[in-house]
């Protein structure tokens, strides 16, 4: 049993585990009794880099922008290029951009060449 809360505490610390990504978001004093408990925690709660080099260090995010950001900086060297076969395409409505005489002659021009096909 513990005296006071200061020994409590550091029993917690010497003792325990905590979750560095946890702690930097503000949540303080969240314990588990060994690591394979902050590794349960860390893949269901956090983002973890699953990357050789990172696995084992428990090296983990708050958010998937995090991770992602992560990955281009530490791991880009070893991620694969482009590769064309996996392309997709993407749609873009740039038409904001457009300026606003050009939209209005698309548009008539669109319209205009839509009736001339329906009555052909």
Do not use: Y
């Given at each position: 049993h513990f005296l006071d809360r200061d020994s409590l505490y550091h029993h917690m610390r010497d003792m325990h585990f905590t979750c560095?990504?946890?702690?930097?978001?503000?949540v303080a004093h969240r314990y588990f009794a060994n690591a394979n408990e902050v590794i349960f925690h860390m893949r269901e709660s956090h983002f973890i880099c699953e990357?050789?080099?990172?696995?084992?260090?428990?090296?983990?995010?708050?958010?998937?922008e995090e991770l992602h950001?992560?990955?281009?900086?530490?791991?880009?060297?070893?991620?694969?290029?482009?590769?064309?076969?996996?392309?997709?395409?993407?749609?873009?409505?740039i038409s904001q951009y457009l300026p606003r005489q050009e939209l209005n002659h698309r548009?008539?021009?669109?319209r205009e060449q839509g009736r001339a096909g329906a009555g052909a």
């Open positions: 560095h990504v946890c702690e930097r978001g503000g990357e050789p080099a990172c696995v084992d260090c428990l090296i983990a995010f708050a958010t998937r950001r992560h990955n281009t900086e530490v791991h880009s060297s070893h991620m694969p290029r482009w590769n064309a076969s996996q392309a997709r395409p993407m749609q873009l409505d548009g008539r021009r669109g």
